[in-house]
């Protein structure tokens, strides 16, 4: 079992290890620029409203972020429907934002910890992390990854990840998988 689960994971990053390169070199930008707004409307216009800094700070890296991702990181497999992308892009990342701002509000509201530097921890750390990890997973298999999975180098990628579609459909829940060898695939770029 630990065995099987250790293969998944190295095809697994065998498979995104580039992709991930690239998203966190883009993330690390939108993250200062994130931050950087953030810091700035605490100290400043939105003092008061730490939550809706937050939410500000996060719709402006969301737009660098789509714009560096589409020409960057994912390139090679953007959508000819720009705006289906974009519509798909924006509602991650709200889901994204989302999560970052609800660990502000978390913070603020309940555990009462009000100080810039605890709203600046709970927004920025440790809702960046958890929204950019969602973010990264959305982006590959929801926003970019429909005409991917049609190009033979990636037509693997769902097997590194769990059963096929086809075993899903006829095995009944729970089953051990026969179909399922433990095997990662190659991905050969």
């Given amino acids: 079992m630990l065995e099987r689960i250790k293969l998944k994971i190295a095809g697994l990053i065998s498979l995104l290890w580039r992709e991930v390169a690239k998203f966190g070199v883009v993330g690390?930008?939108?993250?200062?620029?994130?931050?950087?707004?953030y810091v700035w409307l605490?100290?400043?216009?939105?003092?008061?409203?730490?939550?809706?800094?937050?939410?500000?700070?996060?719709?402006?890296?969301?737009?660098?972020?789509?714009?560096?991702?589409?020409?960057?990181?994912?390139?090679?497999?953007?959508?000819?429907?720009?705006?289906r992308e974009l519509v798909m892009f924006i509602i991650m990342n709200?889901?994204?934002?989302?999560?970052?701002?609800?660990?502000?509000?978390?913070t603020k509201y309940w555990l009462g910890l009000t100080d810039p530097t605890s709203v600046f921890i709970a927004g920025s750390v440790v809702g960046l992390v958890l929204g950019t990890?969602?973010?990264?997973?959305?982006?590959r298999f929801w926003v970019?990854?429909?005409?991917?999975?049609?190009?033979?180098?990636?037509?693997?990628?769902?097997?590194?990840?769990?059963?096929?579609?086809?075993?899903?459909?006829?095995e009944p829940a729970g089953s051990a998988g026969q179909g399922d060898t433990g095997t990662v695939p190659t991905v050969v770029r």
């Fill in 144 to 170: 970019f990854g429909k005409e991917m999975d049609q190009e033979e180098a990636f037509a693997h990628d769902h097997e590194v990840l769990g059963k096929h579609k086809a075993d899903t459909d006829t």
């Fill in 28 to 37: 690390g930008v939108a993250f200062v620029i994130d931050s950087g707004i």
């Fill in 94 to 106: 709200a889901i994204g934002l989302g999560i970052a701002a609800a660990c502000v509000w978390v």
């Fill in 133 to 139: 990890i969602f973010r990264f997973f959305a982006y």
């Fill in 42 to 83: 605490l100290h400043g216009p939105m003092s008061d409203s730490q939550v809706k800094a937050k939410i500000v700070a996060g719709v402006v890296a969301t737009m660098f972020s789509w714009v560096a991702n589409r020409y960057w990181t994912f390139r090679h497999r953007r959508q000819a429907n720009v705006l």
